[in-house]
Nanobody
Framework: VQLAESGGGSVQVGGSLRLSCAAS?????MAWFRQAPGKEREAVAM???????SYGNSVKGRFTISKDFAENTLLLRMNDLIPEDSAIYYC?????????????????WGQGTQVLVSS
């Protein structure tokens, strides 16, 4: 599975961004992770093959994950951005259902896209 993220950039506090991940195909679990300098990789959002979604506590109510089946693209809509959202965002694909995966067991990863939120 090939994954390629795009859509990152710089935005001010309170702004919005939409990240895209072009996928050669969708797997059982598609997810977004992020990693800020000096911090561990953090799960942001994930979507199962049946459409069920889950979110990290820090982004609930602000971020929305979805799949565009026509374009084979995983999307992440990010609203009300804060400086703590600044990180490299990675798209990941897992062969098992999301509830059976942790961050180390996703089989496929994109190269990442940088998001910077400034005040």
């Amino acid at each position: 599975v090939q994954l390629a993220e795009s859509g990152g950039g710089s935005v001010q506090v309170g702004g919005s961004l939409r990240l895209s991940c072009a996928a050669s195909r969708f797997t059982n679990c598609m997810a977004w992770f992020r990693q800020a300098p000096g911090k561990e990789r953090e799960a942001v959002a994930m979507v199962d093959i049946d459409g069920g979604t889950s979110y990290g506590n820090s982004v609930k109510g602000r971020f929305t994950i979805s799949k565009d089946f026509a374009e084979n693209t995983l999307l992440l809509r990010m609203n009300d951005l804060i400086p703590e959202d600044s990180a490299i965002y990675y798209c990941a694909a897992g062969v098992l259902p999301c509830n059976r995966l942790d961050s180390r067991s996703y089989a496929y990863w994109g190269q990442g896209t940088q998001v910077l939120v400034s005040s």
